[in-house]
């Protein structure tokens, strides 16, 4: 089939303003927009900047608009995005080149988050044990695969770049819900803020955004609760 | 610019996080990766991590030694598969008490689960020894380190791409990069360095790994003189996507799904009566690939049938959800009611940098290390796969020998100071952007790489003979020689992805070469490395590892002997 790709280019070493790139390209419904993009890259065009690794949805590197909606670019195949197919980079982050983003400092938010297991009681010579229905409990949350796609959808974060955005709250669940966690008292103080989880105003757009199909807002709820009840 | 450090690494997956973690605190130390360390491919393993637990039904790490020993067709060296083993145990509990959510059994401990190649009592029968997190454990274990490296404060440069080591006197200097985001050369001048950059399947058309992975620290070191041991034997894992080699994971035959030709044939009970479609997966390879030449492939194509229809939706979304769903995202179908195309798909480098038991980088047969430099995980050969990998021993490779390397390199910054840096240390590498840059070639990468990746899947894949080899190594050269005309249309600093592109396809031609040369050499079939001509095992010429080094004379060899303590070599039969 032959598709259409129009690709928002921008490089601020040589381009006053972005402009759109319109690339004619025989391909095959089952290919990814990820190969069109490096079909471009490799036969039409070498200077088309974006991120990518592993291909198939794992690694988060490729999260960009297409046809408006975010998806990654090696998660979507081409049968799918019809004839004319619209490509811009993620939304709310600054455009370093193309399609490639600055994700500095929503990582920074991700890591200023405590992601990681807090514990006082002393370890056990084996595994501590954790019954498969409290493991249930954070399931949903380990998935994330930090792409991006949650908070640059989400209004509440256009409105206002200090809000920790969805991803970063995703990740706190991922601890709080752990019953092998004993940081419950300091990660609350860290979500409980006005650009803690109460900038959120349950749009769910990251639900829509999220490649891993995490329930991002059910989440977020359920810490805003945690936060409200004072335990989880 | 120069900065200095005590130590660094250079790749943040499991490999390099691990070592991270063992120097924060003792050593200043920094980790430099291309990628941001969450998108190493370490996070796309699905199966799991082998260790004798014994939570679900008794084991040992004798048992995992043996089968670790046999799966490598006896070209393990027998010490380090001891240390593997052992050490596996205390790094999966390291990995839980650091919060890594395993999945769990009824009484909340670690679950464990069958895996291809490991069993109880040396060979009766199947042992649930793979600990997993859902069909998620490589990402866990990414997340995992990454998270206690945060906790720790290991300061990363993040989006650096190593382009050369400094050696100076027959010591490690330290390593220069380019910084991605803005195309300035840093040198990084180090008392020790920690190669930690995964593997090289991009040189492959069909294969399971990332667009990155294309051997940068291999190629780096032997440019610098260092050997690569046993490149030739790479593992084609049996059932990846049909042209894009998408892994889908051994547990869809572990559930029970059935490998059939074109003519619906359970084609597997002609290879391997007794154990079918779960035989080890050099085996299965190449019945596969069999199948195929003989024309039994699908439509006469080059692909087979992975058949899951009988499994049942239950088996398909509870046990195998991802697999459905890469099934359903990539090929629109439904595995429940139509059979998956599939083809074996490149998938692991046995071979790697050679080093000894604390992941020292050494230069010869003898064992003499390059002081201060390092390697650990997929890039290293220690040798625990020998010429075969078994399911789930790779995840305990780089995390045990991750592990070790950090520690001795921490013991080692203490002890020791800086080589001195080579004059103008970012010679080398500064001449290879700026020739790349500046070329005025006509020569397109993509179809320099078209040719590599196309052919090696021809010539040096499954099967190789003398003719097929020979051919391959002609082509390389050709290959080479329209590299020097290769062209690079971007000619920015900022991100220049086309410009790596040409240095990662650089690093290709080099490993390539490596080991297409030593598959012409080594005269025998062993594990993953088949010759046609040779096709039976040969203990008494072969039973060796190999040790290339490339240079003006081209790839030459030494060979070293294999470390045998507790198995002797035997039959391998399953
Ligand atoms: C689909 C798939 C499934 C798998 N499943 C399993 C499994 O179930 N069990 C198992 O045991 N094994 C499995 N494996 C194998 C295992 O996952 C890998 O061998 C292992 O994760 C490699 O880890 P590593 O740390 O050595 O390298 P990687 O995780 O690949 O990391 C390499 C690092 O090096 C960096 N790097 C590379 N080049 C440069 C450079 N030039 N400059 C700077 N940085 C650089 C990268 O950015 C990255 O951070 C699987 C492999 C694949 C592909
Ligand atoms: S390239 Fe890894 S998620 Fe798309």
């Not at chain 2, 939570?55 to 001891?82: C, P, R, S």
């Not at chain 2, 194509?301 to 088996?315: F, I, P, R, S």
């Not at chain 2, 003499?368 to 010429?387: I, N, Q």
Request: hydrophobic share 35%; glycine share 8%.
């Amino acid at each position: 089939m032959q598709v259409t790709l129009k690709i928002q280019r921008y490089n601020p070493e040589k381009d006053k303003a972005p402009w759109w790139g319109e690339y004619k390209i025989e391909a095959e419904p089952t290919d990814r927009l990820l190969d069109a993009l490096n079909y471009v890259k490799w036969h039409l065009d070498g200077t088309l900047t974006y991120r990518r690794s592993c291909a198939h949805g794992i690694c988060g590197s490729d999260a960009m608009q297409i046809n408006g909606a975010n998806r990654l670019a090696c998660k979507v195949l081409l049968r799918n995005l019809g004839q004319v197919i619209t490509v811009e980079p993620l939304r709310g982050y600054k455009v370093i080149k193309d399609l490639l983003v600055d994700m500095d400092a929503f990582l920074a938010r991700y890591r200023s988050m405590k992601p990681f297991l807090i514990t006082h009681s002393p370890q056990p010579e084996k595994e501590r044990l954790q019954s498969p229905e409290d493991r249930e409990r954070f399931d949903d949350t380990t998935k994330c695969i930090l792409c991006g796609c949650c908070t640059s959808g989400c209004p509440s974060f256009w409105a206002n770049g200090e809000y920790v955005g969805p991803a970063a709250i995703v990740n706190a669940h991922r601890f709080l819900f752990d019953s092998r966690d004993e940081g419950t008292v300091e990660r609350i103080e860290l979500l409980n803020t006005v650009d803690g989880v109460w900038r959120c105003r349950t749009i769910f757009n990251c639900v829509e955004a999220c490649p891993r199909e995490i329930n991002v807002t059910r989440a977020i709820g359920e810490v805003k609760k945690a936060i409200l009840m004072q335990k989880v | 610019m120069v900065q200095r450090y005590d130590a660094v690494i250079v790749g943040a997956g499991g490999a390099g996080l691990m070592a991270a973690l063992q120097l924060a605190g003792h050593a200043n130390v920094a980790v430099l990766s291309k990628l941001y360390p969450t998108r190493s491919h370490t996070g796309t393993a699905q199966g799991g991590i082998g260790a004798a637990l014994g939570n679900e039904g008794e084991d040992h790490w004798e048992w995992h030694m043996f089968d670790t020993i046999k799966g490598g067709d006896y070209l393990v060296d027998q010490d380090a598969a001891e240390i593997l083993c052992r050490e596996a145990v205390e790094t999966v509990y390291d990995l839980e008490h650091w919060g890594l959510p395993f999945s769990r059994t009824p009484e909340g401990k670690i679950a464990q689960r069958p895996f291809g190649g490991h069993t109880k009592e040396y060979g009766k029968s199947p042992v649930r020894r793979a600990c997993y997190a859902a069909d998620r454990t490589g990402h866990m274990i990414l997340q995992t380190c990454y998270q206690q490296c945060i906790k720790n404060q290991v300061h990363f440069y993040d989006e650096y791409h190593v382009l050369d080591l400094l050696v100076s006197d027959g010591r490690c200097a330290g390593v220069v990069a380019i910084c991605l985001a803005t195309g300035e050369i840093h040198t990084f001048h180090a008392k020790a360095v920690i190669f930690a950059a995964g593997g090289c399947g991009r040189m492959f058309r069909v294969t399971s790994n990332a667009h990155s992975l294309t051997g940068d620290g291999m190629a780096v070191v032997l440019r610098n003189g260092v050997p690569i041991e046993d490149m030739e034997f790479f593992q084609f894992h049996p059932t990846g996507i049909y042209k894009m080699g998408i892994l889908l994971s051994e547990a869809a035959r572990g559930e029970g799904a059935i490998l059939r030709n074109k003519d619906g044939e359970r084609f597997m009970e002609r290879y391997a009566p007794s154990l079918l479609d779960l035989a080890p997966r050099d085996l299965t390879s190449r019945a596969m690939y069999r199948e195929i030449r003989e024309g039994r492939g699908i439509g006469g194509k080059n692909y087979l049938h992975l058949d899951m229809t009988h499994l049942g939706a239950e088996v398909l979304d509870k046990k195998l959800p991802d697999i459905t769903e890469f099934v359903r995202t990539y090929l629109g179908i439904d595995p429940r009611t139509e059979p998956v195309p599939i083809q074996p798909t490149a998938h692991y480098a046995m071979g790697g940098i050679p080093t000894d038991l604390d992941g020292r980088v050494i230069m010869d047969e003898r064992n003499t290390p390059m002081p201060g430099l390092y390697a650990a995980g997929e890039v290293a050969c220690v040798s625990v796969h020998g010429a075969n990998r078994l399911g789930t021993n790779s995840l305990v490779d780089i995390l045990v020998f991750g592990r070790r390397s950090g520690r001795h390199a921490a013991r080692f910054v203490q002890e020791s100071d800086w080589a001195p840096l080579p004059p103008n240390p970012d010679e080398w590498a500064s001449g290879q952007i700026n020739r790349l840059r500046n070329s005025i070639g006509q020569e397109r990468a993509v179809d320099i790489r078209d040719v590599l990746q196309d052919e090696m899947m021809e010539k040096a894949s499954v099967f190789r003979d003398a003719a097929s080899l020979t051919a391959m190594s002609e082509k390389l050269k050709e290959l080479r020689q329209r590299f020097a005309n290769v062209k690079v249309e971007d000619k920015g600093t900022r991100y220049n992805t086309e410009l790596l592109e040409a240095v990662e396809l650089e690093n290709l031609l080099d490993l390539a070469e490596v080991l297409v040369e030593g598959a012409l050499v080594r005269q025998e079939s062993r594990g993953a490395h088949f010759r046609e001509d040779f096709p039976t095992r040969d203990d008494a010429n072969w039973l060796k590892h190999t040790l290339a080094y490339r240079g003006e004379k081209g790839v030459t060899f030494r060979y070293k002997p294999v470390t045998i303590t507790k198995f002797q070599p035997q039959e391998r039969k399953y």
